[in-house]
């Protein structure tokens, strides 16, 4: 039976490891600040594996009791366990994932090889750095964060120049206070990988990786390898991100034209005759009537001859972006730009763009400037840059329904954690309506109830397109609210502040869904406000659509009922929404007119609430489908990334010429476009019976054998020419290994090589 139940409940194994470290509380509070310093410094050095875990994480709990005045909760012990074994912490939303991840980051630091801390943004990097630096100087470990293109390590000894303009006094969503950033001193990005413990964004750690790969100095490198890592919000970077590889490119300058010229002809086709949009596929596909319009529009023959390769894919391109993508619901156009909304958080995604000329596209749709189109030099997807790591780890909120996706592509099982305290929120059965404008006048009327009685009520939308008309609508109801959507994010932390306050009502994206915490009475909470508001029956939650992903609607809910706090969710949906029309509302359409229902009338079944979470199940298996056939492509083109960054850093660390090195990488970035445009030929072949997956190996195989013979060919036919260039090289690497530069002036030309000056290389 005891094996059972370690089955069925698998954090109960955990209870006699919290317990040893329970049992080591009264020693180390014992112990002065200098005596704890002593005993960390003692580790400091060996691998995870051969230090005492309960040691290790009473030390940490006692640091964050003399430093931030907060103690771990067993229940953090537990999910801090979970994560120093290289799994996934499910820990709901209010349970402190920040504070419970110390203990295995600190376990993981002491190695001296580098932790790594990945936060969904810079914000975050920058408040975490701070807030958990405290616990980890007392134990003399260094911190330090990536934010763009610069760096930061936390230095309590430190006063910034302009300390009197930042924040010091404010509260942040969470009830601590803002980053002080008086305590963040500018260091390299080269130092910040040095430091025991980083922290930044996926994005920051994925690029620097790819840069790396790119330099022609070894010195020049940042990252120092991938020991260990823990990612929050695991679920929102490991698979919400996981569709958009990082790549680095520079423009290609003879598109743009191209792309306003397919625009105006495509605006012109007809929908459903000219061309056939797939939502559920998410696929646009030209018809013959549609290819015999074009055709003549350009006066070609045939648009899929070899010679006009380009064409078609600028026509599908522009397809696409007519067929699939919406104004305000995938996008915005803001200061003459599109830019991309992540349909998982509803935040404004700047500096990124759609790939493959899509992002041109939507330009030239929305007549905004078409910037030109992008040579790819380096891509990795998130995926396999993740799988570099030696150990991974990571914790959310909502990672159960994503679990069979974790075990596949990252070995990674999930486990749930039980809250500190029961939760009490109450989540209340779906009401389905037979159409929008039914479904937003229930829900104005149930916010009108609740406000009047002093209740707060956050209210969430899938896009901000459906956030600003229920707007509209509340706002010729009377109804006072504030509106939070990626047009305006500058004002998140005020608007999330007080959306726990007697009455208050906030509209958000799924921006308010994940990272943030509203506490009851307002924050800083006001004791009298806040027992109001509990009696009221807590934050109530209103989902006014059910979004792809189960997760997103689950995060949602879980804004309400923070440690045993009451609150209370409900869904109000229609037929007409996205979701129940394209993935099942047919049959529960045919069924409600079959009943005769009036519009204003909902329905409250378990046969409908089943029938939305099988159409979410279904998408949720396209999305996994999607990506599990992204990454079977890029496990190709990663094997041979792999093969050519280890040659180019044998050539790297050997002091070869950046000649040698920039020939090296034409070769390979001729290479990826070739891939690229081989991926899209190859889906063809299906038609003719042949897999295109191995017919994408097993041709790719022969086209990086090509590479490699070319290259080696190129070498042998210009060794001499190398080999002059070659012998000014030792003198450089004497300077470089001795460190000898006595006398080099900031603006001179650094004594490495690299072009770069002094001051901008090694003298930083």
Not at 366 to 391: D, H, M, P
């Amino acid at each position: 039976m005891s094996l059972l139940s370690l089955f069925f409940d698998p954090v109960k194994r955990l209870r006699p490891i919290v317990n040893k470290i329970n049992g080591l509380e009264n020693e180390i509070s014992r112990l002065s600040d200098a005596e704890i310093l002593a005993m960390s410094r003692a580790m400091k050095g060996k691998p995870a594996e051969e230090i005492e875990i309960e040691k290790a994480f009473a030390l940490v709990r006692e640091s964050a009791k003399r430093n931030l005045k907060q103690r771990h909760f067993d229940v953090q012990l537990m999910g801090g366990i979970i994560l120093n074994e290289g799994k996934i912490a499910e820990m709901a939303t209010g349970e402190g994932k920040t504070l419970a991840s110390t203990a295995p980051v600190y376990l993981n630091a002491l190695s001296g090889k580098g932790t790594h801390v990945v936060t969904v943004n810079e914000y975050l990097a920058k408040r975490d750095t701070v807030w958990m630096g405290q616990i980890y100087h007392a134990l003399g470990l260094s911190v330090a964060c990536l934010i763009h293109e610069s760096a930061l390590i936390y230095d309590p000894s430190y006063i910034s120049q302009n300390a009197d303009d930042l924040l010091d006094k404010e509260r942040d969503t969470t009830g601590s206070f803002l980053v002080q950033q008086e305590f963040l001193r500018p260091i390299s990005r080269k130092e910040a990988y040095l430091a025991d413990i980083t922290y930044g964004t996926n994005h920051e750690f994925g690029f620097d990786y790819l840069r790396d790969n790119l330099v022609y100095v070894a010195g020049d490198q940042v990252q120092r390898g991938h020991n260990f890592a823990i990612i929050d919000e695991i679920d929102s970077i490991l698979i919400d991100e996981a569709r958009t590889p990082l790549i680095i490119s520079a423009p290609d300058t003879e598109s743009s034209e191209y792309y306003k010229t397919f625009s105006r002809m495509v605006s012109s086709l007809v929908a459903g005759e000219d061309y056939i949009v797939d939502e559920k596929m998410k696929s646009a596909d030209i018809t013959q009537q549609g290819i015999d319009k074009v055709e003549k529009a350009l006066n070609i023959k045939n648009i899929f001859a070899p010679e006009n390769l380009r064409l078609t894919h600028y026509l599908q391109e522009s397809l696409r972006a007519y067929g699939l993508f919406r104004k305000d619901k995938d996008y915005v156009v803001k200061d003459g730009e599109i830019i991309i909304v992540d349909q998982f958080t509803g935040r404004l995604m700047h500096g990124r763009r759609y790939s493959g000329g899509l992002h041109q596209a939507i330009e030239a749709k929305e007549g905004v400037f078409v910037q030109n189109e992008s040579r790819t030099f380096a891509q990795i997807t998130i995926q396999n840059y993740f799988r570099l790591y030696k150990k991974l780890a990571g914790m959310t909120g909502t990672a159960q329904t994503s679990a069979e996706e974790f075990d596949k592509v990252y070995g990674l099982k999930v486990i749930s954690v039980p809250t500190n305290k029961p939760v009490a929120r109450k989540n209340m059965a779906d009401l389905i309506y037979k159409n929008e404008e039914a479904k937003f006048d229930a829900v104005i009327k149930d916010i009108k109830e609740r406000q009047q009685k002093g209740q707060p009520v956050l209210v969430g939308t899938i896009s901000i397109e459906k956030n600003e008309l229920l707007s509209d609508k509340l706002g010729r109801a009377g109804i006072k609210h504030e509106v939070l959507n990626a047009k305006n994010n500058e004002r998140e932390a005020a608007i999330i502040a007080q959306a726990g306050k007697p009455g208050a009502v906030t509209i958000a994206t799924n921006m308010a869904g994940r990272g943030v915490d509203i506490i009851l009475g307002g924050n800083p909470p006001e004791p009298m406000e806040s027992e109001k508001v509990k009696d009221l029956g807590g934050l109530h939650v209103i989902g006014t659509e059910r979004h792809d992903a189960r997760r997103i609607d689950n995060q949602l809910r879980g804004r309400s009922g923070r440690q045993g706090d009451p609150g209370s969710s409900q869904f109000f949906l229609s037929l007409e929404d996205d979701l129940l029309r394209i993935f099942g509302g047919g049959r529960i359409k045919s069924l409600m007119e079959n009943l005769n229902i009036p519009d204003d009338v909902p329905i409250e079944s378990g046969i409908i609430s089943k029938a939305v979470s099988q159409a979410q199940a279904k998408v949720e298996g396209f999305n996994f489908d999607a990506r599990k056939n992204l990454l079977e492509y890029d496990d190709v083109l990663n094997k041979q990334r792999m093969a050519i960054y280890r040659k180019r850093q044998e050539m790297l660390e050997s002091g070869s010429h950046p000649q040698m090195l920039a020939v090296l990488d034409f070769y390979w970035m001729n290479h990826l476009e070739d891939m690229e445009a081989f991926r899209e030929s190859v889906r063809l072949r299906a038609y003719g019976q042949h897999d295109p997956l191995v017919e994408y190996r097993r041709e790719s195989h022969l086209m990086f054998k090509q590479l490699l013979s070319n290259f080696e060919k190129w070498v042998e036919e210009n060794k001499d020419k190398l080999t002059d260039v070659n012998q000014e090289l030792p003198a450089k690497k004497k300077i470089l290994d001795n460190k000898e530069y006595a006398g080099v002036g900031r603006n001179d030309q650094c004594p490495c090589g690299s072009g770069k000056k002094f001051k901008k290389c090694h003298g930083k």
